[in-house]
């Protein structure tokens, strides 16, 4: 339940401004309160969480976040799986937990947790015992607190000293079910005079607790975990002082009083806890939020998203478990949001955060022996909202990684008791951003969604070259799935030294290809419905059905001896058909294409004029259909003689009749044929890797081109 509060309003401590709000389990919690004007509350990106090893303001207001290798076993999916705790109350007689125990085992078990907290008992209520061995057996464990408070705010069942603790627990009580036993619970709250000054001697109980809870335990034959003692108000850790040495874990409730917990406000409260528990680790016994119409309470929708924050936050911030207060509400009254704290109602039905959260359990849980961790470096690169995107990275033993990605925004504002509270105008929305990778191919991504009733669905990412994503984030946390794999070997076309010019067309995407050789020698290739990027004889290529890629240079002297190479495929055979051609003005100086006749054929040309002449030699290799072919041409201008190459072998050859210098530029896809404006003889197929050298090949480096 939410209880009461001294009637302090305010406290300052360490120099924030502290705000009370009720809290949960007869606690009274102060925290930084969201949107006070102080950078100490509001914090930066790089502070909120721990798995942020890197968080730096890019350009334009982005802030591009970045996770570096992981801590050891800290970020294993396992490991926040194992974080998550439920609060219960099967110590008390005649309430929902134990007038349907066979109702709250099996939505425990669902639920999928692994842990509980309950209060300390020797009196066997309503067969307590006997309920938390069964759910022990059952692989759900607890951690019991010490109720005993001055102003005896409990039943005498409860009311337990560390001495009888320990004498309890020597004689093998809870034996399958306690797995760690806690110090006093909020010995600072007075509950027979709420809102009143704390209880008489409250400071000299914690302490001497601790210090007896400690020594008992530590000297049983089974010793187990002591968390340190709970207070409802950190300005009263100053009063108790440092315990440290009578605890293994530090102990935090750090309720947000229904408002958005943020990482910046989490380390806050663990920074307040080590004034009493130095440098242990830190557990937050109780946490939660609540349902309901009034004061704290806030719809259903604001309470999925908000419970998942909360524990992924928690997590991220170092705070090993985190235990919800509480797994049930205690009655069905809407305006008592006091006691509709649970993730179930008091019928045992479930409300979506504790659907929402049952499958992240199911989603993220693994086996419980870790291997090795590796690491993945990502940013998030977006819109400005990006300033309050959070993240975590977990890693599964079978090397994949879950990131989990959220805007950590306000959805609500709490009310005073009596009224509701509002939620934003607008509410926020889920915002378009880039995922990238730096340094590990990613081969697939998968991302995990709810919807408003809890239900989890996925669905593929695409991913660009291993590397980039493109997501959408909103408030309610997403999850991805990584899967690193091994980048695809880029196959790399043999070389020849010394070309005039070189376009590999492994752009694959875009309106331009580059000339490795001449900068101002780049294609421009016309993508539409005519012309295409495809898969080439190495890596992409062009395809074209009625259009041409052009180049404008003087690339060649075609009245000196020159080599041209390229892969070529067709769709069709028919007709004529200029893959590569070398131009004048009105009439290409040669072409590498199909003729009747001539199967793959080299034409030249003798004049830059409609009166032009035809040699042309063809390869005695009948091409197949949509099959690439590696081919080479060569023009000795001593001899003038022409030679065909296909696969790195010799076709054919000629004698040139007459040739003239082509100075304009290169086509791919179609010619320049004298007396027709334009270009003509449109190839219906695909190039790939041209090369144009102002020499004659040898045959030896043919055969390299060709990859023989």
Not at 483 to 507: F, K, N, R
Not at 528 to 536: P, Y
Request: glycine share 10%; charged share 10%.
């Amino acid at each position: 339940m939410f209880s009461y509060l001294r009637s302090t309003s305010a406290l300052a401590v360490s120099g924030l401004l502290l705000v009370t709000l009720s809290a949960c389990g007869g606690s009274g919690t102060s925290i930084p309160m969201p949107g006070v004007a102080n950078s100490a509350l509001t914090g930066s990106t790089s502070s909120r969480l721990k798995a942020q090893a890197v968080a730096q303001t890019g350009s334009a207001g982005q802030v591009a976040l970045s996770a570096d290798s992981l801590p050891g076993d800290y970020d294993a999916g396992n490991n926040f799986v194992d974080s998550i705790g439920m609060n219960t109350k099967y110590n008390v007689s005649g309430n929902v937990y134990n007038s349907n125990t066979g109702a709250v085992k099996a939505a425990l078990l669902n639920l999928g947790v692994r842990h509980i907290r309950d209060s300390f008992s020797v009196a066997n209520v309503n067969n307590y015992e006997n309920i938390l061995n069964d759910l022990g057996n059952n692989g759900i464990h607890s951690d019991l607190a010490l109720e005993m408070t001055p102003d005896s705010k409990n039943n005498a069942a409860l009311n337990v000293s560390a001495t009888q603790a320990v004498a309890y627990l020597r004689t093998g009580h809870f034996a399958n079910s306690i797995e760690a036993i806690e110090g006093v619970n909020e010995p600072d709250i007075n509950q027979t005079n709420p809102g009143g000054p704390a209880p008489t001697g409250w400071v000299s109980l914690t302490q001497s607790t601790q210090q007896s809870l400690f020594t008992g335990v530590k000297a049983l034959a089974n010793p187990i975990p002591v968390y340190g003692p709970s207070v409802g108000l950190n300005s009263d850790l100053q009063a108790v002082g440092d315990l440290s040495q009578y605890m293994d874990y530090g102990n935090i409730h750090d309720y947000s009083g229904g408002y958005d917990l943020l990482g910046t406000q989490i380390a806050n409260y663990v920074t307040m806890e080590q004034t009493l528990s130095g440098s242990k680790p830190i557990i937050a016994t109780e946490n939660g939020y609540a349902t309901g119409t009034t004061g704290q309470g806030m719809p259903n929708l604001v309470m999925l998203d908000y419970t998942q924050r909360l524990f992924f936050n928690q997590f991220a911030n170092n705070v090993k478990r985190t235990n919800w207060y509480e797994f049930l509400d205690e009655n069905n009254t809407a305006n008592d949001y006091w006691h509709n704290a649970g993730l179930l109602t008091s019928t045992y039905t479930a409300k979506p955060a504790y659907t929402g959260l049952k499958n992240i359990i199911a989603l993220l849980k693994d086996q419980t022996t870790y291997k090795p961790r590796t690491s993945l470096n990502y940013s998030f690169g977006g819109q400005t909202q990006f300033e309050n995107l959070d993240t975590l990275l977990l890693q599964k033993n079978d090397g994949s990684f879950w990131l989990v990605a959220w805007q950590d925004v306000s959805e609500w504002t709490p009310a005073n008791n009596g009224s509701f509270g509002s939620s934003p105008n607008p509410m926020p929305t889920a915002v378009p951003n880039s995922l990238n990778f730096l340094g590990t191919y990613v081969s697939s991504i998968t991302q995990y969604t709810e919807d408003n009733t809890g239900a989890m669905t996925s669905a593929a990412v695409p991913v660009s070259a291993g590397s980039t994503a493109q997501v959408l984030v909103g408030p309610r946390p997403i999850i991805f799935k990584i899967v690193p794999g091994v980048a695809p070997v880029v196959p790399v076309a043999p070389t020849i030294s010394s070309p005039t010019a070189h376009w590999a067309l492994d752009e694959g995407t875009g309106t331009t290809s580059v000339d490795s050789v001449n900068p101002i020698g780049n294609l421009a290739v016309p993508i539409g419905t005519k012309s295409s990027w495809v898969t080439g004889g190495y890596n992409s290529g062009l395809s074209f059905n009625g259009t041409e890629a052009t180049a404008t240079g003087n690339f060649l002297d075609t009245t000196q001896s020159y080599s041209a190479t390229a892969w070529v495929q067709f769709n069709n055979l028919t007709g004529y058909q200029a893959a590569v051609a070398v131009n004048g003005v009105n009439q290409s100086a040669f072409a590498i294409g199909i003729a009747p006749g001539s199967n793959i054929s080299y034409s030249v040309y003798s004049v830059d004029s409609a009166a032009a002449t035809t040699t042309r030699i063809g390869s005695t290799i009948v091409p197949v259909i949509g099959k690439w072919y590696p081919v080479a041409v060569t023009y000795d201008s001593a001899t003038r003689l022409m030679s065909l190459y296909i696969n790195g072998t010799l076709q054919n050859t000629g004698t040139a009749k007459a040739v003239f210098d082509a100075g304009t530029g290169l086509s791919l896809g179609s010619m320049r044929q004298g007396g027709i404006s334009g270009f003509w003889q449109f190839m219906n197929g695909g190039v790939d890797e041209v090369n144009l050298y102002q020499r004659t090949l040898t045959a030896a480096e043919v055969a390299t081109m060709a990859g023989m």
